[in-house]
């Protein structure tokens, strides 16, 4: 993990990473604040990896996050041609080991790997609900043996993503609860900001022969 100034980050990161001027509904393209960024790429820089894939990475939040305090290879996967553009355009883009492909987490084109752990903000379902499965499944679905990920942290969100992830063959850690606003931008907004609460998951697989009960997996949860 490289020395990094946790404050000139955020900072850096607010100012050099894009916004979306028409952020698309479907998507729920919120923008992730920087704030809870960089304490994702603070918790996956824990974990030896070789390659950090961001899932759903809109203009590069997460990425550049993850990057500059890892120092590894990241990849950004994002639907949205204007939103990979965008992180493209970053003067951070010139700086950084970063590359955005365009491509749907659902068909995601990317071969299974080993030494992979993934980042992600999915959409908290507000316009589509469980949107986030597609996201939780692709993580898995490259084999990734770390994940951490945000998530609405809505009644009963936790035993849903407990049994998924147990199930594929991963502890979880339930790290954190953030109040993460949500800036008016759609025409039935009635508040400039609404905050909801979203919960930070790390997720690490268990390797085949190793153990896998509760006491194992019980990590150190605050959420």
Same mark, same amino acid.
């Given at each position: 993990?490289?020395?990094?100034?946790?404050?000139?980050?955020?900072?850096?990161? @607010?100012?050099?990473?894009?916004? !979306?001027?028409?952020?698309?509904?479907?998507?729920?393209?919120?923008?992730?604040p920087? @704030?809870?960024?960089?304490?994702?790429?603070l918790?996956?820089? &824990?974990?030896?990896?070789?390659?950090? #894939?961001? /899932?759903?990475?809109?203009? +590069?939040?997460?990425?550049?996050?993850?990057?500059?305090?890892?120092?590894?290879y990241?990849? +950004?996967? @994002? #639907?949205? @041609?204007?939103?990979?553009?965008?992180?493209?355009?970053?003067?951070?883009?010139?700086?950084?080991?970063?590359?955005?492909?365009?491509?749907?987490?659902?068909?995601?084109?990317? &071969?299974? /790997?080993?030494?992979?752990c993934?980042?992600?903000?999915?959409?908290?379902?507000?316009?589509?609900?469980?949107?986030?499965?597609?996201? #939780?499944?692709? +993580?898995?679905?490259?084999?990734?043996?770390?994940?951490?990920? /945000?998530?609405?942290?809505?009644?009963?969100v936790?035993?849903?993503?407990? &049994?998924?992830?147990?199930?594929?063959?991963?502890?979880?850690?339930?790290?954190?609860?953030y109040?993460?606003? !949500?800036?008016?931008?759609?025409?039935?907004?009635?508040?400039?900001?609404?905050y909801?609460?979203? /919960?930070?998951?790390?997720?690490?697989?268990?390797?085949?022969?190793?153990?896998?009960?509760?006491?194992?997996?019980?990590?150190?949860?605050?959420?």
């Amino acid at each position: 993990m490289r020395q990094v100034k946790v404050s000139r980050l955020i900072m850096v990161l @607010e100012q050099l990473v894009p916004r !979306l001027a028409s952020p698309k509904r479907e998507y729920e393209q919120y923008r992730t604040p920087p @704030e809870i960024a960089v304490d994702i790429a603070l918790c996956i820089a &824990r974990h030896p990896c070789s390659l950090v #894939i961001d /899932l759903g990475s809109g203009t +590069g939040m997460l990425s550049y996050a993850v990057h500059i305090v890892t120092g590894c290879y990241a990849v +950004g996967v @994002e #639907i949205d @041609e204007e939103a990979a553009q965008l992180a493209r355009g970053s003067r951070l883009y010139t700086e950084s080991i970063v590359d955005f492909i365009v491509a749907d987490v659902a068909h995601l084109p990317i &071969r299974q /790997l080993g030494d992979v752990c993934i980042v992600q903000n999915p959409p908290f379902g507000v316009s589509r609900r469980r949107a986030d499965r597609a996201f #939780i499944n692709a +993580g898995i679905g490259v084999g990734a043996h770390t994940i951490c990920s /945000l998530h609405y942290a809505g009644q009963g969100v936790k035993r849903y993503l407990a &049994r998924i992830l147990g199930q594929a063959g991963y502890c979880i850690d339930f790290i954190k609860v953030y109040k993460f606003p !949500l800036p008016a931008m759609y025409s039935d907004h009635v508040k400039r900001i609404h905050y909801i609460p979203v /919960l930070l998951l790390k997720a690490w697989r268990v390797e085949r022969g190793q153990s896998h009960d509760a006491e194992e997996c019980r990590g150190t949860s605050r959420a």
